[in-house]
């Protein structure tokens, strides 16, 4: 297991280049599902989630091509197997998101159960339910969810919650239905916005994406598109976070200010001064960072994706602040990690408390999630010596070459690979 070394201390300047988003890549790539013809996309970023899920079209028998530039061609012409199995969804909970299109185009699916996660219970009953709804047959046998439908018949659905991965699925599978689907309080995110343009390109009759109301009319076939992916909004918040600890003046390149929901006031709020083009962010940062109570909330609110990555920048304000957690119910994983860097927060249920130090002081830490990783990293920037972070396979899932660009950047940091170590 490769492990990131960190010297903290180094002022971030420069310039990089934000990848396409993981989680609207995700979807998108299982949209290819959904047509016989080839869907080409662009700005795919290289990630170990996208390499599972490349895996598991591939294991359908999906044709899936990718380029050095970032693009990668779906053609399922030719799927043989309609069946998502267990050593790939358990490493990977996205993998859920080939129910809806399976059904919606061959009338059967057989997907494994996600199971448990670090992060919360993250049941997917809601997609279940408004599957069901479509008029699919539904059982859980064996630990797969076992689906059936002649077709799918267009119905009126109102989640339980909002549900990012449940709303994608349900519209994937309401665009091949027959006749009407009212997907009502939907969810909001530029990566749901994003996947039903490329199912509009595709020939699906959508409207009222990025609102909680999404009326699809349901076509009896899609064909081919092209399509390029949206920046990826949480990777850019990270970097900006890591320069609020760490001081400096950077340029993200190729990102979507108009994406980033709270992120951005949020940010200005802990000291950062930002200016904003079309598809640029200069941020720099000369002060102690200021304290910043947040809530975390579905788009356009504060992301839970966030969370770890701010509360690393609050670890070293000026003062005391309140964080809630309202999205996912086990969300702190990594503030034991920030305690063992110096930090001073107390959990209590869904909030935690945050007194900022002045300094942070380098240590062995070990990475838990994907955003949990990022915020070590932020912290390790920002702390005193040398910091270790272990397990970074967490991060590498859905941070393109995070190191590369933090080093960009003037950072001292470096990968160590397991082979050099042992
Ligand atoms: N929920 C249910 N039942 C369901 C679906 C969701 O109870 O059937 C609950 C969840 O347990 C959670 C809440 O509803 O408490 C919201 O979960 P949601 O379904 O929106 O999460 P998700 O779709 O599984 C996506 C992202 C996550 C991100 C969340 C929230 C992808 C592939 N994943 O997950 O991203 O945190 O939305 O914005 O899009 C990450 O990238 O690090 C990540 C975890």
Not at 115 to 137: N, W
Not at 176 to 187: D, R
Not at 232 to 242: H, M, N, P, Q, V
Not at 292 to 310: I, K, N, S
Request: aromatic share 2%.
């Amino acid at each position: 297991m490769d492990i990131l070394r960190i010297t903290g201390g180094s002022r971030l300047h420069g310039e990089i280049s934000i990848s396409g988003a993981k989680n609207a890549a995700l979807p998108i790539l299982c949209a290819g599902l959904l047509t016989a013809d080839t869907v080409t996309l662009t700005n795919v970023p290289e990630l170990n989630d996208i390499a599972t899920t490349l895996k598991l079209l591939g294991q359908m028998g999906v044709r899936c091509t990718r380029e050095t530039d970032g693009t990668v061609h779906i053609t399922a012409n030719d799927v043989s197997t309609l069946e998502a199995p267990y050593e790939l969804v358990k490493t990977m909970r996205a993998s859920i998101l080939v129910l809806g299109p399976l059904l919606a185009r061959f009338g059967q699916a057989r997907v494994s159960l996600p199971g448990g996660c670090a992060i919360g219970q993250r049941p997917v009953d809601q997609h279940i339910h408004g599957l069901a709804a479509l008029g699919a047959d539904i059982s859980i046998e064996h630990g797969f969810v076992v689906a059936r439908a002649q077709r799918l018949k267009g119905a009126v659905i109102r989640t339980d919650m909002v549900t990012v991965t449940g709303t994608e699925n349900l519209l994937m599978a309401a665009v091949l239905a027959e006749g009407q689907t009212i997907l009502e309080n939907a969810a909001r995110e530029p990566e749901v916005v994003d996947l039903a343009e490329l199912l509009i390109k595709m020939g699906a009759q959508i409207q009222g994406h990025g609102t909680d109301r999404i009326v699809i009319e349901g076509v009896k076939s899609l064909h081919g598109a092209t399509h390029r992916v949206i920046p990826d909004r949480i990777e850019a918040g990270s970097f900006l976070c890591a320069v609020g600890a760490a001081g400096g003046d950077i340029t993200l390149r190729k990102v979507a200010p108009d994406t980033m929901g709270a992120t951005l006031s949020k940010l200005q709020e802990a000291g950062l001064t930002l200016t904003c083009g079309p598809d640029w962010i200069r941020a720099s940062m000369t002060q102690r960072p200021k304290p910043v109570d947040f809530r975390t909330h579905e788009y356009p609110g504060f992301a839970t994706d966030m969370q770890a990555q701010l509360m690393a920048l609050n670890a070293l304000a000026d003062g005391t602040s309140v964080i809630a957690e309202t999205i996912f119910e086990n969300r702190y994983m990594h503030v034991q990690e920030l305690l063992r860097l110096g930090a001073r927060i107390d959990i209590d249920g869904h909030t935690a408390v945050v007194r900022g130090v002045t300094k942070l002081s380098g240590a062995t830490v070990m990475a838990t999630d994907l955003r949990a990783s990022a915020s070590l990293v932020i912290a390790g920037l920002a702390a005193e010596g040398q910091t270790i972070v272990e397990r970074i396979y967490h991060l590498d899932r859905g941070y393109e070459r995070m190191e590369h660009k933090l080093r960009q950047l003037g950072a001292n940091i470096e990968r160590i690979s397991s082979k050099d170590l042992s």
